[in-house]
T-cell receptor, first 109, second 115 residues
Framework: GQNIDQPTEMTATEGAIVQINCTYQ??????LFWYQQHAGEAPTFLSY??LDGLEEKGRFSSFLSRSKGYSYLLLKELQMKDSASYLC??????????WGAGTKLIIKP | ETGVTQTPRHLVMGMTNKKSLKCEQH?????MYWYKQSAKKPLELMFV???????ENNSVPSRFSPECPNSSHLFLHLHTLQPEDSALYLC??????????????FGPGTRLTVL
């Protein structure tokens, strides 16, 4: 079967750095998305990786290793507004989007 | 209006009621999706429409009935639901289905409670 694993919940301190991991076992791979979802709101696009390596966008970076079936989302200089759920999703060989259950990130002052 | 909108935002219904959820996208996309989001579970894809044609129906019970009259509008008709159907129902759109880069744009969802 297809599976995406993420930690259920993480806690971090304002101003710090946090890394949210995602491991996947899917039938093929055609790219990986990270989305952010604030409570009661729509998921919004953060990043897309299809090649190995690090993609940086301001305070957020996303890393991919296809050989390891692994990605992480790195959030720097954490702000209170970064408290949200972070969803990892993989495009499989049939171009279907397979979703993880999401990681709830709690930021403390 | 911009992006993807959904109405109503909240819905409480009894098991014998009939109601409909509405989604509208203002992005000029050709693909639209219905997802079910339950607490601590992955997003469950329910239905996919591409150019108004249904391309996916992921074994969804018949008490959920989708309708896509045009590429901008998507409905989910609900009847004789069960309490376990209580969840957040998300609508999304994308330029088309498939492809290696197919970012989906989500609406805010309808929080459904079935009593």
């Amino acid at each position: 079967g297809q599976n995406i694993d993420q930690p259920t919940e993480m806690t971090a301190t304002e101003g710090a750095i946090v890394q949210i991991n995602c491991t996947y076992q899917t039938s093929g791979f055609n790219g990986l998305f990270w989305y952010q979802q604030h409570a009661g709101e729509a998921p919004t696009f953060l990043s897309y990786n299809v090649l190995d390596g690090l993609e940086e966008k301001g305070r957020f970076s996303s890393f991919l290793s296809r050989s390891k079936g692994y990605s992480y989302l790195l959030l720097k200089e954490l702000q209170m507004k970064d408290s949200a759920s972070y969803l990892c999703a993989v495009i499989d060989s049939n171009y279907q989007l397979i979703w993880g259950a999401g990681t709830k990130l709690i930021i403390k002052p | 209006e911009t992006g993807v909108t959904q109405t109503p935002r909240h819905l409480v219904m009894g098991m014998t009621n009939k109601k409909s959820l509405k989604c509208e996208q203002h992005l000029g996309h050709n693909a639209m999706y219905w997802y079910k989001q339950s607490a601590k579970k992955p997003l469950e894809l329910m239905f996919v429409y591409n150019f108004k044609e249904q391309t996916e129906n992921n074994s969804v019970p018949s008490r959920f009935s989708p309708e896509c009259p045009n590429s901008s509008h998507l409905f989910l008709h609900l009847h004789t639901l069960q309490p376990e159907d209580s969840a957040l129902y998300l609508c999304a759109s994308s330029p088309e289905t498939g492809g290696v880069y197919n970012e989906q744009f989500f609406g805010p969802g309808t929080r459904l409670t079935v009593l």
